[in-house]
C-alpha cells in the first residue's frame, strides 16, 4: 500500500517570513496526484494546491507551491509571506490516477507567529 | 452551490446505539465517498461509491455500511456503535472531470461513550 510520511509533527514561522512543510510518500506507480490540504481550527479540510506527477513543472497558487521532485519521492509545501490565517494543520495526500483511495500523512501543525 | 453538506455537526451516542451520518452534494459528482479521522493519524477511507447504486469498502470498513440511491445522497450507517468509533467523519466528492481532487464536507464529531 502507499505511505505518506510527514516527519514535521509542528512547525512554527514569523508572519511574512517562509515556511516549507515536508512530505514523503512511497509508490510504485508512475501515474498519480499530489495534494497539500489545510484544516483550520473549523476542520474543514480545504484543498491548497495540486500537482500531477506527469506534469515536471512545479505546481504554483498564489503564495503556496511545491517542490516535486519524483525520482526522489519528496512533495514540499512553501508559503510565502506567511498570514495569521495560515495556521493549520497541513496534510499532504496520494492518489494512483484512477484509484478510489487517497492516502494521508499524520499532518503538520504550522504555527504563525505575530 | 453549497458543495458538500453533512448532518449533524456534532452526536453523541453510547454503545449499541445505531445512527445514520448523512451527507449530500449538488455538484453531479459520481464518486463519493466516507472517511474518517483520528487524533495523530490523517484521514482514512471507510467506503466509497463510484455511482448509484455502486459502492465497496475501503481501508478500514469495519462497523459501517454504506448504500447510494442517488448521485446526491452518501449515508454512513453505523448499525450498533462502539467506543473505538469516536472521531471525525468526512465526506467527500469527485467529479470525473476533476483530476482526481476530492472536496470534502464540513465533518461530523462522533463520540460514542
Known amino acids: 500500500a502507499q505511505t505518506v510520511t510527514q516527519s514535521q509533527p509542528e512547525m512554527s514561522v514569523q508572519e511574512a517570513e517562509t515556511v516549507t512543510l515536508s512530505c514523503t510518500y512511497d509508490?510504485?506507480?508512475?501515474?498519480?496526484?499530489l495534494f497539500w490540504y489545510k484544516q483550520p481550527p473549523s476542520r474543514q479540510m480545504i484543498l491548497v494546491i495540486r500537482?500531477?506527477?506527469?506534469?515536471?513543472q512545479n505546481a504554483t497558487e498564489n503564495r503556496f507551491s511545491v517542490n516535486f521532485q519524483k525520482a526522489a519521492k519528496s512533495f514540499s509545501l512553501k508559503i510565502s509571506d506567511s498570514q495569521l490565517g495560515d495556521a493549520a494543520m497541513y496534510f499532504c495526500?496520494?492518489?494512483?490516477?484512477?484509484?478510489?483511495?487517497?492516502?494521508f500523512g499524520t499532518g503538520t501543525r504550522l504555527t504563525v507567529i505575530p | 452551490n453549497a458543495g458538500v453538506t453533512q448532518t449533524p455537526k456534532f452526536q453523541v451516542l453510547k454503545t449499541g446505539q445505531s445512527m445514520t451520518l448523512q451527507c449530500a452534494q449538488d455538484?453531479?459528482?459520481?464518486?463519493m465517498s466516507w472517511y474518517r479521522q483520528d487524533p495523530g493519524m490523517g484521514l482514512r477511507l471507510i467506503h466509497y461509491?463510484?455511482?448509484?447504486?455502486?459502492?465497496d469498502q475501503g481501508e478500514v470498513p469495519n462497523g459501517y455500511n454504506v448504500s447510494r440511491s442517488t448521485t446526491e445522497d452518501f449515508p454512513l450507517r453505523l448499525l450498533s456503535a462502539a467506543p473505538s468509533q469516536t472521531s471525525v467523519y468526512f465526506c467527500?466528492?469527485?467529479?470525473?472531470?476533476?483530476?482526481?481532487?476530492?472536496?470534502f464536507g464540513p465533518g461530523t464529531r462522533l463520540l460514542v461513550l
Open positions: 509508490t510504485s506507480e508512475s501515474d498519480y496526484y
Open positions: 461509491s463510484v455511482g448509484a447504486g455502486i459502492t
Open positions: 500537482q500531477e506527477a506527469y506534469k515536471q
Open positions: 455538484m453531479n459528482h459520481e464518486y
Open positions: 495526500a496520494y492518489v494512483g490516477t484512477g484509484a478510489n483511495n487517497l492516502f
Open positions: 467527500a466528492s469527485r467529479g470525473t472531470s476533476e483530476l482526481e481532487t476530492q472536496y
